[in-house]
Structure formats: C-alpha cells, structure tokens
C-alpha cells in the first residue's frame, strides 16, 4: 500500500477504533434535537435530516452532514440535585474503637453536637456535606436520599447515620 493512501486511512482507522471501543450502539435513525459524537470525536446536536443524512450542528456553529450509523448518542449530563439532609436527631458511628456521636441538623445549613456547639454546613451538588465551621469542622460528610452520613476521621469515607425519632 503506498504511503499516501495509507496516511489517508489513518483517520478513518482511528475514529473506527474509537468507536468500536465505547460500549455504545450506533443511531438507527437520525432524531433532530438529539445530542451526538461524530466519528471524528465532536460533539454536536442534530439539526436537520434528508435520506440518510443527519445535519449536525457543532460548538463552532458549522452543520455537518453524517449517516445515522456512524452517529453515537452523547452522554447526558446528569441533571440530579442532591437531596437536603432531613432535620433531626442522628446517631453516628464510627470506625471500630470510636465512640458513636450525635448530630443535630437544624436546618438546610446549621448543625449542632450533644453539646449544642453549632456550626454551618454546606450541601454540595455531589451531595457532599462540607462542615463549614463548629465542631465538626472539615469532617467528610454527606447526604444519602436526605440521610446525613458522617465520618469521625478526616479522609474516612461518611457512614449513613440513624435519624433518631423524637
């Protein structure tokens, strides 16, 4: 094979192998609004579509023309909102040896400990607590569909904790 044709090849070849790669099964149909990877890698939406060709538009504002096949559907963002941790009363456990604590959430950014020392909290979109401030002050925490989960170690991985009936 001479060296141009193969130097020709060599993107097809790698779009090619990229694509068998992913997990992902190729469009049957083109679907206009639908977000999309090209082979060449861009990302793009599907703006129009005439025979077997999909018009996508890319980020620079070009529409490019594309058969179904060789189209990828692109992952969505996730779009979930962490849950609040619920107001209550929580017993936490710790590693083996430590002694289980109380944890007062009083509202969507006020904590407290047994000793009602209060301290701001932080609700992160990854549904990480951060402990702002007050006794628990850069301890990992967390909320797990609204349950607060604690860890008694900086570094540890936040346990769910036991929401306490008043």
Not at 6 to 23: T, V
Not at 32 to 41: Q, Y
Not at 141 to 146: E, L, P, R
């Amino acid at each position: 094979m001479c060296q141009a044709r193969r130097l020709f090849l060599m993107p097809f070849l790698a779009a090619l192998l990229a694509l068998s790669a992913a997990p992902v099964l190729a469009l049957e149909a083109c679907e206009t609004g639908l977000s999309v990877v090209t082979p060449d890698g861009n990302t793009g939406t599907i703006v129009s579509f005439e025979a077997d060709t999909c018009g996508v538009v890319g980020a620079d504002g070009y529409v490019s023309g594309w058969p179904a096949s060789v189209l990828v559907e692109a992952e969505a963002e996730s779009t979930a909102e962490a849950v609040p941790v619920t107001a209550g009363r929580y017993l936490c456990a710790g590693a083996e040896g430590q002694v289980a604590v109380h944890v007062t959430v009083l509202d969507a950014a006020t904590y407290a400990n047994s000793y009602d020392e209060r301290g701001g909290y932080t609700l992160n979109e990854d549904s990480s607590v951060t402990f702002n401030d007050g006794p628990f002050a850069g301890l990992p925490g967390g909320s797990q569909d609204g349950v607060l989960a604690f860890a008694m170690t900086a570094g540890a991985p936040p346990l769910p904790c036991n929401l306490l009936a008043e």
